[in-house]
């Protein structure tokens, strides 16, 4: 083990740092100093450098004290040597993306010679979680997109997504439908049930009313809370609740009860008034994807008002000749509460004007 100027030592490879680890780190060498050391090896263009193949984040929190050295185990090793260190190092510990996982097991399948088969074995790691991974680096030809545009999208992904994403023949569909998966923050199982129904669907003609019809349905599901009575919306949901089952408390309540609570918690308010700022379809197939701005404004017992400028995403879909909501996500516009914050603050206010007997939402 030696002492090393940190102005000798670069990353063998780049990968994610999470701030809040290297503080927590650079708070245990304050207090205790630095108990185990990193691991570099020679670097191979010379000039007295070396490089750090695991402890970056050892590295990091050592610059964000002020240190001038570091305790280090040089090593001896390969490329491909190193390269199986990191990896499994950096996979155990989380620190890499789905999308950096397939381009170290691709630089580590070129610079080794190894078949992707043997790299299962190297990596310890089965031979579908290296195929699978590998495959992001294959979902998007070149012509869709620039290749910035590809790898910002990629790294948004995780391997569930992109491989629920391969059953869309189309490569255009494909990448439109990830930029969406990565603007709308859909989840794994709500993307493979978008991707399932465009891998099954045949595409079919919009007519020219169509925008017209589902801006109706939108402007439905919006109208019923300023109308203080959102049954009719629950009553088109094609399966399930999805309204607002992101957010607390709704979150762990089932349709019928996340609609008998909402019906009387706005009640006791003065309800939800939203003001729809724009409305954008696009069509693929039987699923029009729906993107609304909208400024909500909810008003507790009190008189509390609580603005929220939302972004939501509406993933409807054709049946027969009607178009039913099955997917919805919320999200802010503008970077402040979510709307999912105001329900809960409303839900405290509301539960503390209970206790001073003025109204009770059970009645």
Known sequence: MEEIPLSQLESFIETRLDYQDIEEIANSFSNIGQLSPILVRLHPDGGGKYQVVYGNRRLEAAKMLGWKTIKCTISQMSDGEAMVKAFCENVDRRNLSDYEIALFLERLHLSSGKTYTELSDLVKKSKAFVSQHVAMLHLFPTNVATEQERTRVLRALTERHARALTRIENAEERWNTAKLTVSA???????????????????????????????????????????????????????????????????????????????????????????????????????????????????????????????????????????????????????????????????????????????????
């Open 185 to 363: 923050g859909f989840g794994v199982r709500e993307i493979e049930k978008i991707c399932a129904s465009l891998s099954r669907e045949r595409p079919v003609e919009i007519t020219r009313n169509q925008k017209a019809v589902i801006q109706t349905v939108v402007e439905k599901v919006f109208s019923q809370f300023r109308q203080k009575d959102p049954s009719s919306h629950f009553q088109i949901m094609s399966e399930g609740f999805t309204m607002l089952a992101r957010f607390q408390p709704f979150h762990e309540m089932g349709k019928d009860e996340a609609e008998d609570f909402l019906c009387k918690f706005l009640r006791v308010t003065d309800g939800l008034k939203a003001r729809l700022d724009s409305i954008s379809c696009r069509f693929i197939g039987n699923i029009c994807i729906a993107t609304v701005f909208a400024t909500y404004v909810l008003t507790g017992p009190e008189k509390e008002k609580l603005t929220s400028k939302n972004r939501t995403t509406i993933v409807l879909q054709r049946d027969d000749h009607n178009w039913k909501v099955v997917h919805e996500h919320w999200s802010s516009a503008d970077g402040k509460e979510q709307f999912g914050d105001l329900i809960e603050k409303l839900q405290a206010l509301t539960a503390s004007y209970q206790e001073t007997k003025h109204m009770k939402l059970t009645n």
